[in-house]
């Protein structure tokens, strides 16, 4: 018996952890996909992709995402790229007067029917912006693109508003490219 079903089997029913172990049958090598990954396969990740040209300084565009008030957790991430130099803010517990155009969310595994709890909007009509948890810049003289997902997962609150708050800083007209990506996942603790 190989050490890893060795290792399943004395530790894998006890902790509830691995259920099965698999290796690629030529190298060997023990197969592995990290969590978010796995929910791709599981039909629970989804993504919602939008660019837009912001026109003026100071001019402010926004994107809202809506939590579901249930037992399943929002787990998300963004990547922001920019042609120009733009603040970009996360506020939590924002409120809106209009939700604005709805954005589809995607799922990664395009067989899947299962559909997102998690609602997505651009342009609300913003009243109140919220708590502040997130502040860079990104764009012309600083990084181009921002990922807050490489470094950083927010685990978002249920039944919330998040505010992505999108200033340009220039001049001008010029783009921005919003990815925001999440799996939505039920904690058995």
Do not use: C
Request: glycine share 8%.
């Amino acid at each position: 018996m190989s050490l890893w079903k060795r290792l399943a089997a004395r530790y894998g029913s006890e902790a509830g952890e691995v259920d099965d172990v698999r290796m690629d049958s030529t190298t060997n090598a023990l197969i592995g996909v990290d969590y978010a990954h796995h929910e791709v396969h599981d039909g629970s990740h989804y993504f919602v992709k939008k660019w837009a040209d912001i026109t003026g300084a100071a001019t402010v565009a926004y994107f809202m995402f809506v939590t579901p008030n249930t037992t399943k957790r929002i787990h998300a991430k963004v990547a922001i790229a920019a042609e120009a130099e733009f603040r970009v803010e996360i506020f939590e517990g924002g409120t809106v007067s209009a939700n604005g155009t709805a954005l589809t969310a995607i799922n990664n595994d395009r067989d899947s029917a299962s559909t997102a709890g998690l609602l997505a909007y651009n342009a609300p009509t913003v009243t109140s912006d919220g708590t502040q948890i997130w502040d860079t810049v990104v764009g012309s003289g600083k990084n181009s693109t921002i990922s807050l997902g490489l470094n950083y997962e927010i685990i978002a609150a249920t039944d919330e508003t998040y505010l992505f708050k999108i200033t340009k800083v220039a001049a001008g007209t010029h783009w921005i490219d919003f990815d925001f990506f999440w799996y939505e996942h039920t904690s058995k603790h």
